[in-house]
Every structure is written in structure tokens, then in C-alpha cells.
């Protein structure tokens, strides 16, 4: 008998924590992930997910899935690739293993890269590839996205990033990608007036020095410089763009020190 209390216990508490997460899942959130040496955003509104590249690193992006999903999602609507580099694109297999991936999004040249063209096929999803260019939309009830890069072929594959500008309820958020201080620039000098002042600046390339425009960012002036970094033999973040951002008291937000940033 007192087994079975126990059991009936167990059975009615486990009943409750179903129902509470349901009741208390957030609507709709913006969840920079901390996976390694790598990029990942995750975007959720209602029930559609979207994500922002992949990181590398499987356990630690299906971890971060686990922390800020319930266990109830099984599919990803949209995962938008930035550009075929590893750190960015290496943890699809995994996540297609667990989740259903809709529609994968990335920048039109990204299938010249040999080894990105071949992961894709191997995957099956070459029949859900969509390439996205500057001037495409994407819009959701809390969620307004638009490709601001590429808009040209760059010679650099890093240059040909997905740049997107995200308009989340009263935030504004710039993606980045890989991109160089001459994408940066271009970017600044076609939509200073989107983006001059933004909330919340993903920092290109892991906090590269490669990426600092000195004027760009100032004309950016973002409130919060976010980088997703981890363990790396590149320096990253540069000591001169940690120096640049915390001499005008911007707060930075690394992923490696600081874990995953959730903005709800």
C-alpha cells in the first residue's frame, strides 16, 4: 500500500510540473546560447523556433535546447546558417537527429564552400535549402527580421555573413556572422538609421580585432555587446575590442564568462 502512495505521489507531482511548465513557457524570448567557440541565437515565438547558427560543440548545443525549450518541441521552423563555417553550421546533424528542421536558411554562395554542399546533401535538407540576400523579411508576431548582408559576393567567405537586423517588442538587435570591419562599414553607411543606437550587438567573429570599426560601432552605440566565445587559440575576444566597448561603458556580455543571455 505505501508503495503505492508513493507512486501515486510521484505520478501527481510529475502531473503538476507538466502543467506548470506549459502554463509558465514563455511566450516568446531571444536566447544568445553558450556554446563553446561558436555562434548560436535562439528565437522563440509562440510555438515557432528559430535558430541562428549552430555552434559545434553537439552536447552543448542540445543542452542549451533542453535549458530553454520544453521537452515537448520536437522541431526547429527555421535554422538560418550565417555562413559555412564550422563553428557555425557543425551542430545540424545533431540537432536533426532530435528536432525536425523545417526550412534551413543561409546566404546564396554558401554551397560553393565543398564541405558545407556535402554535410547539407548528406543531411537530406538540400530540398529545404532557401538562400537569403539583403532586402529579404521574415515577420512573426514578435518578431521582425531583415537581411541587411549579403547583398554582393564578397571574396571572403566570412564577408557573405547573414547579417540580420531583428526588431524583438521594443528591442533592437543586430546578428553579424563573421563579418570584417569593411562589411561592418557598408552595413553602417546603407542603414545608419536602422541600426545607430541598436539595444543588443551580437560582436562579429568571437570579439575579433578584424571586426572593429571604430566609427561604425560608434554610430551603432550598442547598450549591450554580446560575444560568444569559449576555449580558442585565436585570442578571442581581442583585448582591443574589450578596451574599445568598456572605455565608453557598454556592457559586454561574454558567453564564456557569463553563460547564455535570455532576453525575454
Do not use: C
Not at 505520478?11 to 544568445?32: G, R, T
Not at 535549458?67 to 535554422?79: E, I, M, Q, T, V
Amino acid at each position: 500500500m505505501r508503495t503505492l502512495i508513493l507512486i501515486l505521489v510521484l505520478a501527481n507531482l510529475l502531473i503538476y510540473s507538466l502543467i506548470l511548465e506549459i502554463v509558465f513557457e514563455p511566450k516568446s524570448f531571444i536566447a544568445f546560447l553558450d556554446v563553446g567557440q561558436g555562434s548560436a541565437v535562439l528565437l522563440k515565438d509562440g510555438k515557432n523556433i528559430f535558430l541562428y547558427d549552430t555552434g559545434k560543440e553537439n552536447s552543448k548545443i542540445l543542452n542549451e535546447f533542453r535549458k530553454n525549450l520544453p521537452f515537448y518541441y520536437k522541431k526547429l521552423d527555421l535554422a538560418l546558417i550565417s555562413h559555412p563555417d564550422f563553428d557555425h553550421f557543425g551542430s545540424l546533424r545533431v540537432i536533426k537527429e532530435k528536432y525536425k528542421i523545417r526550412l534551413l536558411l543561409t546566404n546564396p554562395y554558401s554551397l560553393e564552400k565543398d564541405n558545407f554542399r556535402k554535410f547539407i546533401q548528406d543531411l537530406k535538407l538540400s530540398e529545404r535549402l532557401i538562400f537569403l540576400k539583403a532586402g529579404d523579411r521574415i515577420k512573426t508576431n514578435n518578431f521582425y527580421l531583415e537581411i541587411l548582408n549579403p547583398y554582393k559576393r564578397n571574396s571572403n567567405d566570412n564577408d557573405n555573413s547573414l547579417v540580420i537586423f531583428v526588431k524583438y517588442k521594443n528591442y533592437s538587435i543586430l546578428l553579424t556572422g563573421d563579418i570584417s570591419k569593411k562589411i561592418i562599414k557598408e552595413i553602417v553607411e546603407k542603414n545608419e538609421n536602422k541600426i545607430k543606437n541598436i539595444d543588443i550587438l551580437l560582436y562579429p567573429h568571437h570579439g575579433s580585432k578584424y571586426s572593429l570599426s571604430e566609427i561604425s560601432y560608434e554610430i551603432i552605440n550598442p547598450k549591450i555587446v554580446v560575444i560568444q566565445s569559449g576555449l580558442n587559440n585565436y585570442g578571442h575576444p581581442h583585448k582591443e575590442v574589450l578596451d574599445f566597448f568598456q572605455k565608453r561603458k557598454k556592457i559586454i556580455w561574454n558567453t564564456f564568462v557569463s553563460s547564455t543571455l535570455v532576453v525575454k
